[in-house]
C-alpha cells in the first residue's frame, strides 16, 4: 500500500494496528521469561524479528544495502533502541509487573525534551515546561512511599532498569532527529534488527551462558508473535503512518500503547492495578500530550 493511496482513515485504522501489537507485545514479554533467561528471551525476540522483517521486506521489495551514511542510524537504533533497551526491559521484567513497566518505560517522550533541548537546541515552551512538570509529577506518584516498598531490592533494580531502558530509547529518538537519511526507514530496519540480534546473542552468551530452551508450542508462538507483530509488522505500520499522518497525531495515538498495555496485563496476566499506578499514567500521558500539542503549534 503506497502513502499516496493510504487514506486518513486506513492510517488511523493502521495506527491502531501499533498500539495494539505494541500493547499486547509487554504481555508477551513478560510470558517469554518462564521459558527463557532475560537477555536470551530479548534476543529470541530480536532473531524472530529480523527473520520477519527480511521476508516482509522482500515481499515488500524494500530492502535495501546500506550506504556509509546510513552507518550511524543502523548502530544508534540497533544498539539503543532494539538492544540495549530490549535487554533492560526484559530484565527489569523480572521484577516489575508488565503493565508498570509500559508505563514507566513510555516516560521516554520526557526524557527526549531536555536531550533535545540539550543537544539539539529545541526550545522548550511554556506547553513543554508544563508536559514535563506533569510527567515527573506521574512518576512521584507512581513511586510514592505509600504505594512502593522502597525496601525491596529488587523492585527497586526493575524499576530503575526500565527507566535506563527508557533512557536509552530517548537517546536513540534524539539521535535520530538529528540524522539525515541517506536511505528511508523501513529499508534499514533488517539491518538494524540484524545488529541488535547478533549484539544481544553476544551479551547473553557473555552474561547467562548457552542457551538452556524447552522448547514448546506456547513458546513457539510467544516468539512468533513478538517477531512478526511486535516488531515487523508494528515497524512497517509505524513508518507506513509516520508518512500519512502528522506527527502529533502519531505522537499522541502511541499513547495508547501503555494503556492498552496496562489493560492487557491486568486482564491476561491477572496483575492488580493500583490507584497510584493509574493516577501516575494519567499525569505522565498528559504531559506527553502537552510537550505533542506544541511541537504541533
Known amino acids: 500500500m503506497s502513502n499516496a493511496?493510504?487514506?486518513?482513515?486506513?492510517?488511523?485504522l493502521?495506527?491502531?494496528v501499533v498500539v495494539l501489537a505494541w500493547g499486547f507485545t509487554w504481555v508477551v514479554n513478560k510470558l517469554l521469561l518462564q521459558y527463557m533467561t532475560p537477555i536470551w528471551a530479548a534476543a529470541a525476540r530480536s532473531i524472530a524479528g529480523t527473520a520477519a522483517l527480511l521476508a516482509l521486506g522482500l515481499v515488500l521489495r524494500?530492502?535495501?544495502?546500506?550506504?556509509?551514511?546510513?552507518?550511524?542510524?543502523?548502530?544508534?537504533?540497533g544498539l539503543l533502541h532494539m538492544g540495549a533497551f530490549a535487554a533492560?526491559?526484559?530484565?527489569?521484567?523480572?521484577?516489575?509487573?508488565?503493565?508498570?513497566?509500559?508505563?514507566?518505560?513510555y516516560t521516554t517522550p520526557l526524557w527526549v525534551i531536555p536531550a533535545a533541548w540539550l543537544f539539539l537546541g529545541e526550545s522548550i515552551g511554556r506547553a513543554r515546561q508544563a508536559g514535563l512538570a506533569l510527567g515527573m509529577l506521574g512518576l512521584i506518584v507512581i513511586f510514592n512511599p505509600l504505594a512502593?516498598?522502597?525496601?525491596n531490592r529488587e523492585a527497586l533494580a526493575g524499576n530503575g532498569l526500565i527507566l535506563l531502558a527508557a533512557l536509552c530509547w530517548a537517546a536513540n529518538i534524539v539521535y535520530v532527529r538529528a540524522h539525515r537519511w541517506a536511505t528511508p526507514p523501513f529499508e534499514l530496519a533488517f539491518w538494524q534488527a540484524l545488529l541488535a540480534s547478533a549484539a544481544l546473542s553476544a551479551v547473553a552468551f557473555a552474561a547467562e551462558g548457552a542457551p538452556a530452551v524447552a522448547w514448546s508450542a506456547d513458546l513457539c508462538w510467544l516468539l512468533g508473535y513478538a517477531g512478526l507483530f511486535g516488531i515487523a509488522v508494528a515497524y512497517w505500520a509505524a513508518v507506513t503512518?509516520?508518512?500519512?499522518?502528522?506527527?502529533?497525531v502519531t505522537s499522541i495515538g502511541l499513547l495508547g500503547v501503555p494503556v492498552f498495555g496496562l489493560l492487557c496485563s491486568a486482564v491476561v496476566l491477572h496483575e492488580p492495578v493500583s490507584a497510584s499506578l493509574l493516577a501516575g499514567m494519567a499525569l505522565i500521558v498528559?504531559?506527553?500530550?502537552?510537550?505533542?500539542?506544541?511541537?504541533?503549534?
Not at 88 to 105: D, E
Not at 287 to 293: D, H, K, M, N, S
Request: charged content about 15%; hydrophobic content about 55%.
Open 88 to 105: 533492560l526491559v526484559s530484565l527489569g521484567l523480572q521484577y516489575v509487573p508488565a503493565g508498570r513497566s509500559v508505563v514507566l518505560a
Open 5 to 12: 493511496a493510504l487514506s486518513r482513515r486506513n492510517a488511523l
Open 241 to 248: 503512518v509516520n508518512r500519512a499522518l502528522p506527527a502529533g
Open 14 to 16: 493502521l495506527l491502531g
Open 148 to 151: 512502593f516498598d522502597w525496601h
Open 286 to 297: 498528559t504531559g506527553i500530550a502537552a510537550g505533542v500539542a506544541e511541537r504541533r503549534a
Open 62 to 77: 524494500r530492502v535495501a544495502w546500506p550506504v556509509k551514511a546510513d552507518i550511524p542510524v543502523i548502530l544508534s537504533v
